[in-house]
């Protein structure tokens, strides 16, 4: 016994560089419906601007004016009131109050004049009155509309109802996007 205890320890071989072993990249299905998802937001994104600016002429010629993206979001959060040809009022929603500034309101001003070709007089007020809209808010309006559009097509869906019959399946219908 004692013999196997002072018996010296076999060598064992190490490698000192480990090759380099380039995994091929694995796409999951999580990561293909994220890309895809990423692809369809923009689309959407893009699909809502357009009908924006159709719906709205103030949405129209904000998008027209050359100015930095928060006087840009002061614009968007605000509807216009024309009290004069010369003379503007927004009407700014007051939880987006932070956006006003005396810079902004200039900067919008001076972009005003510009478009429009004579020199604009612009007042900011805070007001919550729902009648008028924002292009925020109209943006907003779109999206629900396509989105019960989408669902009310969905729910209605020959196919999609015989496969909840088939598999006893229930339609998840949040997970319902217009496209």
């Known amino acids: ?53 159709e719906r709205d002429s103030w949405a129209a010629q904000v998008h027209r004016l050359v100015i930095p993206k928060l006087v840009q979001q002061l614009a968007l959060n605000s509807w216009k ?26 900067l919008l001003r001076d972009a005003l004049s510009t478009d429009i070709g004579l020199p604009v007089i612009l007042t900011v ?3 919550d009155e729902l009648a008028n809209k924002t292009p925020m808010e109209w943006r907003k309006t779109i999206y629900e509309d396509k989105l019960m559009l989408a669902r009310g097509k969905i729910m209605a869906d020959a196919h999609i109802k015989m496969l909840q019959r088939l598999f006893d399946a229930e339609l998840d219908e949040t997970s319902i996007q217009p496209v």
């Open 125 to 127: 007020m805070e007001d």
């Open 81 to 106: 009131e024309e009290l004069a040809p010369g003379k503007i009022c927004l009407h700014l929603r007051t939880s987006h109050n932070h956006l006003n500034s005396v810079t902004a309101q200039i």
């Open 1 to 53: 016994m004692q013999q196997q205890a002072n018996r010296p320890v076999t060598y064992h071989w190490r490698a000192k560089q480990h090759p380099n072993v380039e995994s091929a990249p694995v796409t999951t299905t999580q990561k293909l419906r994220t890309k895809l998802e990423h692809e369809k937001k923009q689309e959407q994104a893009l699909c809502l601007e357009v009908e924006l600016l």
